[in-house]
């Protein structure tokens, strides 16, 4: 239901007091929008919470209720149905896991109210207007065929790499998992290990402590899939004696590609990082304007991401055929990050 700028009804007396009448603001109304965020885990999901509130602020003629479900998928479903009851005009979901959503969103449709997913995708249920997002599988084989082209300019010929994976069930631990192990199985990779980091720090931080530990001196890459996990694991490290970057033992790769993130690769620790891009909420504006003009959006809309290095981590690679290129992480680069 549409809340009025003005509140209830405004009444005007005319100074001659011949007419008192009823004004109603109709033409300003707010459109209100629930958004159901997955929680606060890292600086990606940080910098993804500042876009939908910036653009839909009172200012840009939206009223916006946001949860933060803190990693809870049941009070992630919760928080929808509550938009349901408050009648909101559209419902932004970021799926904390990709099934599971076929009933709340049957729901949704049965009250009318379109629904609009972001980052994550819902891998269960087509019941949503449009999905706005990254391809995580491409991201995984980015890592993947960098990490196959920049053994080989190292003449390093052996490959056993540990993974700390994001949030077991999340379609950004799906995608990015299985797109690297796709290129690890062709070429032959040992993956000794892939445990749940659960995308924060501290994850991180416990994963790498036990991976130090059980495969001392045996693993020469570690996949982080978010920046926040790679901090973690990089204390882990530093604690273990075991050196990483561009110039250590270990080959460090990283997802998001966060100002804190492309720092840590200016400052030759993380040897490549593959950006997740989560400033969405302006495409999701799109969306409901689209809706609001009564046109159809696109079902599926795709962020634009980059692949960051050093100079040194620069080097020719393929997704199926289609050349990538490295962006070098200077100054300036990580000035206009997220
Ligand atoms: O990579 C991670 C966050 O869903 C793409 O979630 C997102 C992931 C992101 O916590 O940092």
Same mark, same amino acid.
């Given at each position: 239901?549409?809340?009025?700028?003005?509140?209830?009804?405004?009444?005007?007396?005319?100074?001659?007091?011949?007419? %008192?009448?009823?004004?109603?603001?109709?033409?300003?109304?707010?459109?209100?929008? +629930?958004?159901?965020?997955?929680?606060? *885990?890292?600086?990606?999901?940080?910098?993804?919470?500042?876009?939908? @509130?910036?653009?839909?602020?009172?200012?840009?003629?939206?009223?916006?209720?946001?949860?933060?479900?803190?990693?809870? *998928?049941?009070? @992630?479903? *919760?928080?929808?149905?509550?938009?349901?009851?408050?009648?909101?005009?559209?419902?932004?979901?970021?799926?904390?896991?990709?099934?599971?959503?076929?009933?709340?969103?049957?729901?949704? /449709?049965?009250?009318?109210?379109?629904?609009?997913?972001?980052?994550?995708?819902?891998?269960?249920?087509?019941?949503?207007?449009?999905?706005?997002?990254?391809?995580?599988?491409?991201?995984?084989?980015?890592?993947?065929?960098?990490?196959?082209? =920049?053994?080989?300019?190292?003449?390093?010929? !052996?490959?056993?790499?540990?993974?700390?994976? +994001?949030?077991?069930? &999340?379609?950004?631990?799906?995608?990015?998992?299985?797109?690297?192990?796709?290129?690890? $199985?062709?070429?032959?990779?040992?993956?000794?290990? #892939?445990?749940?980091?659960?995308?924060?720090?501290?994850?991180?931080?416990? %994963?790498? !402590?036990?991976?130090?530990?059980?495969?001392? +001196?045996?693993?020469?890459?570690?996949?982080?899939?978010?920046?926040?996990?790679?901090?973690?694991?990089?204390?882990?490290?530093?604690?273990?004696? %075991?050196?990483?970057?561009?110039?250590?033992?270990?080959?460090?790769?990283?997802?998001?590609?966060?100002?804190?993130?492309?720092?840590?690769?200016?400052?030759?620790?993380?040897?490549?990082?593959? *950006?997740?891009?989560?400033? &969405?909420?302006?495409?999701? $504006? #799109?969306?409901?304007? @689209?809706?609001? &003009?009564?046109?159809?959006? /696109?079902? !599926?809309?795709?962020?634009? !991401?980059?692949? =960051?290095?050093?100079?040194?981590?620069?080097?020719?690679?393929?997704?199926?055929? #289609?050349?990538?290129?490295?962006?070098?992480?200077?100054? /300036?680069?990580? /000035?206009?990050?997220?």
């Amino acid at each position: 239901m549409r809340k009025s700028v003005f509140g209830a009804c405004v009444t005007v007396s005319m100074i001659a007091g011949l007419a %008192v009448g009823c004004m109603t603001a109709s033409a300003d109304e707010l459109i209100n929008v +629930g958004f159901a965020q997955v929680g606060h *885990e890292s600086d990606w999901r940080t910098a993804s919470t500042k876009s939908c @509130q910036d653009v839909f602020s009172e200012e840009n003629g939206y009223n916006l209720s946001f949860v933060d479900c803190d990693n809870d *998928e049941a009070a @992630q479903k *919760e928080a929808v149905r509550s938009f349901i009851e408050q009648e909101v005009d559209y419902i932004i979901i970021d799926p904390i896991i990709a099934t599971g959503w076929d009933t709340v969103l049957t729901e949704c /449709e049965d009250a009318g109210i379109p629904v609009i997913v972001i980052d994550r995708t819902i891998d269960d249920s087509d019941k949503y207007v449009s999905w706005v997002g990254s391809n995580f599988k491409t991201e995984g084989l980015a890592a993947g065929e960098w990490l196959k082209a =920049y053994a080989e300019k190292k003449g390093i010929e !052996e490959i056993n790499a540990l993974v700390i994976s +994001g949030s077991t069930g &999340a379609s950004a631990q799906i995608g990015r998992s299985d797109g690297f192990r796709e290129v690890a $199985e062709a070429n032959g990779w040992n993956i000794l290990d #892939e445990q749940t980091g659960d995308f924060t720090e501290a994850g991180g931080q416990e %994963v790498m !402590e036990s991976y130090c530990k059980s495969y001392e +001196g045996k693993f020469n890459v570690v996949v982080c899939q978010n920046d926040n996990e790679a901090f973690g694991a990089m204390t882990a490290m530093d604690n273990a004696g %075991v050196s990483y970057g561009p110039n250590g033992d270990v080959i460090l790769i990283s997802f998001d590609a966060c100002t804190a993130g492309l720092e840590d690769v200016k400052a030759e620790k993380i040897t490549a990082d593959f *950006e997740c891009n989560p400033l &969405a909420a302006p495409f999701v $504006e #799109e969306v409901i304007q @689209q809706l609001e &003009a009564g046109e159809e959006p /696109e079902k !599926e809309v795709y962020m634009v !991401e980059h692949w =960051y290095g050093l100079e040194d981590a620069v080097v020719d690679f393929e997704i199926d055929g #289609e050349a990538q290129e490295m962006t070098v992480v200077t100054d /300036e680069v990580i /000035e206009a990050q997220y």
